[in-house]
């Protein structure tokens, strides 16, 4: 039996919490990865993979792009941030991973990050 690792009912409540609650970087970052914006690839907000809920998810590509505050700047946030990549690409996963300012500062160059992690066609 294949197990479920995708949108888990338990973690439902929370997903919706975050995405209500997201930080600015993430509502800003959204606008340019909703409704197919971004080289016409379908992006989830606070999508739950395994037990994990990643800020960004694209199925087609297995990628998950991750948005790094102030919260994540420490010793143990940051060894914590690494077991779960490490988890997510054991998964087959690509996860990329951009501190908030980065998003503000130099969205062309974050866009450009992302689109270099789709598979040429």
């Known amino acids: 039996m294949k197990r479920k690792i995708h949108n888990k009912k338990e973690l439902e409540a929370f997903r919706k919490k975050l995405r209500s609650q997201g930080t600015f970087a993430e509502a800003f970052l959204w606008v340019y990865l909703q409704q197919r914006k971004l080289e016409g690839r379908k992006f989830r907000r606070q999508h739950s993979i395994a037990n994990f809920i ?11 792009i991750e948005l790094d505050g102030l919260y994540h700047m420490n010793p143990t946030a940051e060894e914590k941030d690494e077991r779960r990549t490490k ?3 054991g998964l087959g996963f690509i996860v990329i991973r951009f501190e908030n300012r980065s998003v503000f500062d130099n969205l062309d160059w974050v866009l450009g990050e992302i689109k270099s992690n789709f598979k040429k066609e």
Not at 54 to 64: G, S, T
């Open 54 to 64: 990643v800020d960004f998810y694209c199925a087609e590509e297995k990628l998950i």
């Open 87 to 89: 988890i997510l690409e």
